[in-house]
């Protein structure tokens, strides 16, 4: 499943009602823990921590043991999982086009929470883009609060939001590196 900002949100086929789906009650808005590690420099398993704990806290599901790849692939593309599997894709050009170009280090780590969040969504069972949207943007809203950097990007689109995401290098997704430590909440005491 791609990161794609297009179609009417429905629930994921052939799952029933996910839990947590967008018409579920949304937990006390409290500040989230970890929620600071978006304000300065963070790792990519720093900001899924984040994703973890919003979505845990939001729906109350959870998946550990994934992994995360960067790889040059469109520009139009800004991630995906293939189903079944446990790895995240992350386009690298845009990721270091954000990296460049984001006016604070919390605007590009809001930019890299949404893409997370976007594809764990559909690790946990949003097939469907446009629930994953909803959802995602339900869940940075309710976890991180309405004036965040993260809410509006998930509420909106990021390549109108950032133009300049549109010149970042193409790519065919030959070439995949996986990034290590990630999701190390999860696999520490089974993977170094």
């Known amino acids: 499943m791609a990161l794609a900002f297009a179609s009417t949100p429905t629930s994921p086929k052939g799952l029933g009602t996910a839990p947590g789906s967008p018409t579920a009650p949304a937990l006390p808005n409290v500040p989230l823990p ?5 304000d300065g420099p963070a790792t990519f ?3 899924f921590q984040v994703v973890r704990g919003a979505v845990r806290r ?28 446990n790895l995240i894709v992350m386009n690298e050009g845009l990721v270091r086009t954000m990296e460049a170009n984001a006016g604070s280090r919390r605007e590009y780590n809001s930019f890299v929470f949404v893409i997370l969040a976007h594809e764990y969504l559909h690790a946990l069972g949003y097939l469907d883009e446009g629930a994953v949207r909803k959802v995602t943007a339900r869940v940075t809203r309710d976890a991180l609060g309405t004036e965040h950097p993260a809410t509006r990007m998930a509420e909106g689109d990021l390549w109108k939001m950032f133009p300049f995401l549109a010149f970042a290098p193409r790519g065919d997704g ?13 696999t520490d005491h089974y993977i170094r």
């Open 58 to 85: 939001v729906l109350g599901v959870e998946r550990p043991g994934l992994g995360l790849g960067l790889s040059d692939l469109p520009p139009s593309l800004g991630a995906y999982w293939q189903v079944t599997g």
């Open 34 to 38: 970890l929620a600071h590690l978006l």
């Open 174 to 186: 030959r070439r995949l590196r996986v990034v290590t430590r990630f999701d190390l909440a999860t």
């Open 45 to 47: 398993d720093q900001v």
